[in-house]
């Protein structure tokens, strides 16, 4: 078993960098070929462990490098969503180049004291980190709303960070963000300013881009 998974990583590894040429890049592929600097929780052999399992309909976890648990709790083609630990999750999605080949989006999630995310994106062989070329993560100010515009100095006083998670959707190419703010003030606070706030803000992948829909 153990050459036969030793065998799969290999060539996993050794083709990352062709799929555009070869193939249509997958969220499994993806996630086997990635970099330990990516997964550090995760070796490869514990990566295909996972895929197994899920493919398997087995509800086996994997122990991590923390001793902890993982697992994949969804697995499409393009998009792959990990439960890493009991307070933090990944979500893989492969997204389609204009021309032609494919780019990696992985965001990450941390749970407390609520979803907050992140999102990476990369050449389809992990060795560039495109993010900012891509994507202009939002700025307070574009989570106001108009009433929120005109009281923007009280806003910050009253809300001292934003907690936003991510979800990408591969059939529609929408990023939407949401706005969690209401999980971590408290409602006396939160009651002065919701109505400052979007609740959403999604995001368009054009082949080239994410492009702020309105």
Do not use: C, H
């Not at 697992?71 to 021309?99: C, F, H, N, Q, W």
């Not at 703010?181 to 054009?206: A, C, M, N």
């Amino acid at each position: 078993m153990k050459s036969v998974k030793t065998l799969l990583v290999t060539m996993a590894l050794a083709v990352s960098g062709s799929f555009g040429a070869y193939a249509q890049l997958t969220a499994s592929d993806a996630f086997v070929s990635a970099p330990a600097a990516v997964f550090p929780l995760l070796n490869n052999s514990t990566r295909l462990d996972m895929i197994d399992y899920f493919n398997s309909g087995s509800s086996t976890t994997s122990t991590n490098a923390l001793k902890g648990k993982s697992r994949i709790v969804s697995l499409e083609t393009s998009k792959l969503s990990i439960d890493m630990t009991d307070a933090s999750s990944y979500e893989l999605v492969i997204l389609p180049k204009k021309g032609g080949g494919s780019l990696i989006g992985l965001i990450s999630t941390v749970a407390t004291p609520a979803p907050d995310s992140n999102l990476g994106v990369y050449s389809d062989d992990w060795k560039s980190n495109i993010t900012e070329t891509v994507f202009k993560k939002p700025v307070l100010v574009d989570w106001l709303s108009a009433e929120g515009k005109k009281n923007k100095d009280e806003v910050e006083m009253l809300v001292p960070f934003l907690l936003i998670s991510y979800d990408f959707d591969p059939k529609s190419g929408v990023l939407t963000l949401t706005n969690n703010t209401k999980q971590f003030l408290s409602e006396d606070v939160y009651s002065i300013v919701s109505p400052y706030f979007l609740p959403s803000l999604k995001y368009k992948w054009d082949g080239k881009a994410f492009s702020a829909l309105k």
